[in-house]
């Protein structure tokens, strides 16, 4: 949240370096805490369902819509702090414009899917990631046209890709083994604590925020303190 009021500070400044590393530390913060979570609703989608709902509620239905969903949530969160970065640099227009483009690609794919069998309510969860992966490859475009600082995406966002991995992993591996001697209650949120835990670990040995961009924040947090 402080780190908006910095982007707009930055640009108003016209600081094309502390642009660059107040818009990593946002978009970072976002994927640090968007990719996991995504990653365990997508993955833990059946066990999660069959845990809310029961058995008796087709899961198995629930959980294909779920998978869907919590891609769909990652992309949902990045193109928000996208979206946020682009009303701290003065183009509170452009968000507006990129959501339009976004509704109407999931109308359009709502219209092309839904009436499909081998689709169906499939469709719809399917044509809301499609939608927010739109509005956040949009969203990184024009935030590139604004401000001319590259994000360089992958490199800010492999660790917390490789993070979600591993705690994934974990928690499906801690869940298909206490389901089996547990009630699915025990099993799902002893998976999703297994997977926090192993995260919080990764992160710590491979922190996902650029080492630079945090010291430099640390730096001038400290600079302002004094004065």
């Given at each position: 949240?402080?780190?908006?009021?910095?982007?707009?500070?930055?640009?108003?400044?016209?600081?094309?370096?502390?642009?660059?590393?107040?818009?990593?530390?946002?978009?970072?913060?976002?994927?640090?805490?968007?990719?996991?979570?995504?990653?365990?609703?997508?993955?833990?989608a059946k066990p999660i369902c069959t845990f809310?709902?029961?058995?008796?509620?087709?899961?198995?239905?629930?959980?294909?819509?779920?998978?869907?969903?919590?891609?769909?949530?990652?992309?949902?969160?990045?193109?928000?702090?996208?979206?946020?970065?682009?009303?701290?640099?003065?183009?509170?227009?452009?968000?507006?414009?990129?959501?339009?483009?976004?509704?109407?690609?999931?109308?359009?794919?709502?219209?092309?899917?839904?009436?499909?069998?081998?689709?169906?309510?499939?469709?719809?969860?399917?044509?809301?990631?499609?939608?927010?992966?739109?509005?956040?490859?949009?969203?990184?475009?024009?935030?590139?046209?604004?401000?001319?600082?590259?994000?360089?995406?992958?490199?800010?966002?492999?660790?917390?890709?490789?993070?979600?991995?591993?705690?994934?992993?974990?928690?499906?591996?801690?869940?298909?083994?206490?389901?089996?001697?547990?009630?699915?209650?025990?099993?799902?949120?002893?998976?999703v604590l297994a997977a926090v835990v192993v995260?919080?670990?990764?992160?710590?040995?491979?922190?996902?925020?650029?080492?630079?961009?945090?010291?430099?924040?640390?730096?001038?947090e400290k600079k302002k303190d004094c004065t």
């Open positions: 949240i402080s780190a908006l009021p910095n982007v707009t500070a930055a640009w108003a400044a016209g600081s094309k370096k502390q642009i660059a590393d107040s818009l990593k530390l946002v978009f970072s913060v976002a994927a640090l805490l968007a990719i996991p979570a995504g990653f365990g609703l997508s993955f833990l809310l709902y029961g058995p008796q509620n087709a899961p198995g239905i629930t959980g294909k819509i779920l998978f869907y969903l919590g891609f769909a949530a990652i992309f949902s969160a990045l193109g928000t702090s996208i979206n946020s970065l682009l009303q701290a640099v003065g183009r509170a227009d452009i968000p507006v414009k990129i959501l339009g483009v976004g509704l109407l690609v999931k109308v359009i794919m709502n219209w092309i899917l839904v009436p499909m069998p081998q689709w169906n309510v499939l469709g719809a969860a399917f044509s809301t990631l499609l939608s927010y992966f739109v509005i956040l490859l949009l969203g990184l475009h024009f935030l590139h046209k604004v401000t001319e600082v590259r994000m360089q995406t992958f490199s800010l966002l492999w660790k917390p890709m490789l993070g979600g991995i591993c705690c994934v992993a974990v928690a499906l591996t801690t869940e298909r083994i206490l389901s089996e001697y547990f009630h699915i209650a025990v099993a799902v949120l002893a998976a995260y919080l670990l990764i992160c710590s040995i491979l922190p996902a925020i650029p080492h630079e961009v945090a010291k430099k924040r640390r730096f001038r």
